[in-house]
């Protein structure tokens, strides 16, 4: 039995009361010095190191992940559908010219339907996923999504797709939460970048696949073309559900649930080689004491109290974080086949582009995980911004070229391509990690929901307007879209500057007092922080020197 024991007698439903370790409360030495040697090992653990003690949480958290593959695989789908002539034969309308169209709306209708359910399976993962727990959780979502597929599937009107759309939308929203949370909770500091932004790789993934199937079903003259799309979407909840059904709980949702011996179970499924400087009770500890820690800081724990205190600053930050994906431009890239064509290039080498355009994004989140590992998320972030902000400026430039002709439109595709690259070895991967790395552990639940929920009303926009934007029966801007884009991403990088911090390296509890100090984001990394400090002295590694008690003691 490990030998850590909480106040109040918490149960499942209820958050439970640790010791905790500041001036003027009941101290637990014990509990203290275990916390500070187990944030002491995770500060020091290499990369080799981490991989070599937590292999299997690396595992679990790759498996859960999966789910994005999926969902990376069916958002391509209705993105490039728009373009492949089955589907507009099945649901378009017969144009003058005697082609086939899906009309703006349509277009702007089926793609909003999806994000709608999304908003929806968002909120109710953040309810779910901290009564219930992760797997639970996740196991209901699968099963829920393989349910919904008939509909997709079967659909002999474009109304009932839609329909369809919204209600395989709230699986997908509930995949964005858990993969991301159970990432950032199961592994140490070493893996928390690459385990995080491995989601993003997922979504690659999964774009990939459906760029190469769509590739293959263009020979097939009728609708089993994209029926034969929806169908292969079965294969990927039976073989989650497999694995999600035997993975770990993440210990720091059992410690919030008060469940301790639980929770030092888990590590020990998550580690395979035990540390003789550090025990799993060190680990359970160093939870705990994050977890009062935060408890003192912010005594709610509920969707509100995102907005309130030093909380407000970190929901901000998760919130343009992840708007940021959505209006740097990337939005051209779920319409890239769309787009391709639109700027004159022909269908098959329209598909035949985005499949080298999402090989290249999976090499790219790859290269982001080395950039990480020596520049950190905040230059990457900065970095990236800049540079696709120079590509769009250069796509709306040849546009507007009256000369450029074919050769103008395979110039477009390749700086659209090379846009990919630029994004998924930057801001696409980073967020993850950054939206699961800044909110405060108790609410980083909730903080994702509210993110990424925001992430998907930038979505709606951009579904109602990029359609405009392409469609040559609307606005028809075609590679001249690139200018719009460039202006809103010279607007957050701006922001990116002034208001984003880097995270890298720091404990969870080092992030709450720096947050708590309100220290400005480009002094996060000289900052020094001691959350284990209950006396007047504190480390003196850099300067200046923050301790915990300093911090509470201000409340």
């Known amino acids: 039995m490990h030998n850590l024991t909480c106040m109040n007698g918490a149960d499942e439903r209820s958050e439970p009361t640790f010791l905790l370790p500041i001036n003027g409360l009941d101290l637990d030495e014990d509990l203290l010095v275990k916390a500070k040697n187990a944030t002491a090992e995770e500060h020091t653990m290499s990369l080799r190191q981490a991989i070599k003690l937590y292999p299997t949480a690396v595992g679990w958290s790759m498996l859960l992940s999966l789910a994005i593959i999926m969902e990376g695989y069916d958002t ?12 507009v034969e099945k649901f378009g309308e017969l144009q003058p010219d005697g082609s086939y169209e899906l009309s703006a ?6 793609s909003n339907g999806a994000t709608v359910g999304e908003i929806i399976g968002l909120f109710l993962a953040g309810f779910c996923s901290e009564r219930y727990g992760y797997r639970k959780t996740m196991i209901s979502a699968l099963i829920t999504i393989s349910a919904f597929i008939f509909i997709l599937f079967f659909a002999p009107i474009i109304q009932v797709l839609q329909v369809g759309y919204i209600l395989c939308g709230i699986p997908w929203g509930i995949f964005q939460t858990i993969t991301t949370s159970y990432a950032a909770e199961v592994c140490p500091i070493a893996l928390r970048g690459y385990l995080t932004s491995y989601v993003n790789l997922c979504w690659v993934i999964g774009q990939i696949i ?3 199937i769509l590739r293959g079903m263009l020979s097939i003259p009728n609708e089993w073309a994209y029926r034969g799309c929806y169908a292969i979407q079965w294969f990927w909840p039976i073989l ?10 993440s210990p720091w949702w059992l410690v ?3 469940r301790l011996d639980d929770a030092a179970k888990a590590i020990d499924r998550l580690t395979t080689k035990a540390n003789p400087n550090v025990s799993t009770d060190q680990r359970v500890a160093m939870m705990m004491h994050t977890t009062d820690l935060e408890r003192k800081l912010s005594e709610g724990a509920s969707i509100f109290d995102c907005f309130k205190g030093t909380n407000l600053r970190r929901t901000e930050i998760v919130i343009f974080v992840w708007v940021m994906q959505a209006f740097c431009g ?3 890239m779920g319409y890239s086949t769309y787009f391709y064509e639109q700027a004159g290039l022909p269908t098959a080498q329209s598909f035949n582009l985005t499949l080298i355009q999402f090989g290249l994004g999976a090499v790219g989140t790859m290269i982001s995980w080395v950039a990480m590992t020596y520049s950190g998320r905040r230059t990457l972030y900065l970095a990236g911004m800049c540079i696709m902000f120079i590509l769009l400026l250069t796509i709306g430039c040849v546009a507007v070229i009256p000369s450029a002709g074919k050769a103008g439109s395979w110039v477009i595709g390749s700086m659209l391509i090379l846009f990919t690259f630029v994004y998924d070895c930057t801001v696409g991967p980073v967020c993850y990690s950054l939206v699961a790395e800044i909110p405060a552990t108790r609410l980083r639940s909730k903080s994702i929901v509210i993110a990424r929920n925001m992430y998907n009303v930038a979505s709606i926009v951009n579904n109602i307007i990029v359609p405009y934007m392409l469609n040559p029966t609307a606005w028809n801007w075609r590679g001249k879209a690139g200018f719009f884009w460039a202006g809103i991403n010279g ?3 701006v922001w990116t500057f002034f208001r984003l911090p880097e995270p ?5 509890s080092e992030l709450d007092v720096l947050f708590e100090r309100k220290i400005g984001a480009r002094k996060f990394q000289t900052t020094a922080v001691d959350p284990f400090n209950i006396g007047t002295s504190a480390c003196e590694t850099r300067n200046p020197v923050i301790s915990m008690s300093e911090t509470v003691n201000q409340i």
């Open 105 to 110: 709306p349509w277009q702007a209708g089926l």
């Open 491 to 493: 607007l957050l990088t």
């Open 240 to 249: 989650i559900i497999t694995g999600v059904f035997f993975a770990p709980e």
């Open 330 to 332: 990337a939005a051209l």
């Open 504 to 508: 890298k390296g720091l404990a969870y």
């Open 210 to 212: 459906a760029s190469g």
């Open 76 to 87: 391509l789908l209705l993105g490039s559908f728009y373009a492949f002539p089955a589907f």
């Open 256 to 258: 919030r649930r008060g």
